[in-house]
């Protein structure tokens, strides 16, 4: 089954930096896509950053691209969140799926319904 485990969040100070982890199982890299959301207090789960499992594409939210980076490693994908703002704080989740369909392309979106594989979230708090 796919598992997904994150790690690294905590408490920084506005304008710092976190790198979150995602441990993800072996069935996780049969998926296409992996992904960073978040879901503050009172608002709906967002996506922050996803990728093509094993490949260069990377999708960003704007309100994140100049600030935090995606990247993957062995069974393990990453968040490096630089220049840290009160806003950041959020219950951050990594997750999984094979990406939907847009016309005849296969795409990793930043949207939450097209991942069904989820970690159990980790919490940053920016102050």
């Known amino acids: 089954h796919v598992q997904l485990v994150e790690s690294g969040g905590g408490s920084v100070q506005a304008g710092g930096t976190l790198r979150l982890s995602c441990a993800a199982g072996r069935y996780t890299y049969k998926r296409n896509c992996m992904g960073w959301f978040r879901q503050r207090p009172g608002k709906d789960r967002e996506g922050l950053a996803v990728?093509?499992?094993?490949?260069?594409t990377t999708t960003y939210a704007d309100s994140v691209k100049d600030r935090f980076t995606i990247s993957q490693g062995k069974n393990t994908l990453y968040l490096q969140m630089n220049n840290m703002k009160p806003e950041d704080t959020a219950l951050y989740y990594c997750a999984a799926d094979n990406g939907r369909m847009i016309g005849r392309v296969r795409e990793c979106t930043l949207a939450s319904v097209d991942y069904n594989y989820w970690g159990q979230g980790t919490q940053v708090t920016v102050s």
């Open positions: 990728l093509w499992i094993g490949g260069a």
